[in-house]
């Protein structure tokens, strides 16, 4: 049973940085395409990041060069490593799984196989 568990939430200030990670259970986890979502109040789920079991790595256009995600397959864990954050980066960030293929259209990623997601970890970003 595939289960995501998001820590690193939290409340900074605007400026300031953060660390998601994302510990993974299940197995083929080395080879699955991982990304982290978020969702602000009234507003759609959309991708963030992505990053594929090969490495290579995707950005939505607010988080090209202020974000980073990278992973650590020994430790089926993932992060996101967050900084410059600014008040309309406050969301819930979710961690997600993709099986298998997958795409990578904005807002979202499509899975070509059971996704999985985490259940979330809020980061406010306020003064």
């Known amino acids: 049973q595939v289960q995501l568990v998001e820590s690193g939430g939290g409340l900074v200030q605007p400026g300031g940085s953060l660390r998601l990670s994302c510990a993974a259970s299940?197995?083929?986890?080395?080879?699955?395409?991982m990304a982290w979502y978020r969702q602000a109040p009234g507003k759609e789920r959309e991708v963030v990041a992505v990053?594929?079991?090969?490495?290579?790595?995707h950005y939505a256009d607010s988080a090209k060069g202020r974000f980073t995600i990278s992973r650590d397959n020994a430790k089926n864990a993932v992060f996101l490593q967050m900084a410059s954050l600014k008040p309309e980066d406050t969301a819930v960030y979710y961690c997600?799984?993709?099986?298998?293929?997958?795409?990578?259209?904005?807002?979202?990623?499509?899975?070509?196989?059971?996704?999985?997601w985490g259940k979330g970890t809020l980061v406010t970003v306020s003064s």
């Open positions: 997600y799984r993709c099986s298998g293929q997958y795409s990578y259209t904005a807002p979202r990623v499509v899975c070509i196989g059971r996704d999985y």
């Open positions: 990053i594929a079991g090969g490495g290579s790595t």
């Open positions: 299940g197995s083929a986890f080395s080879v699955n395409a």
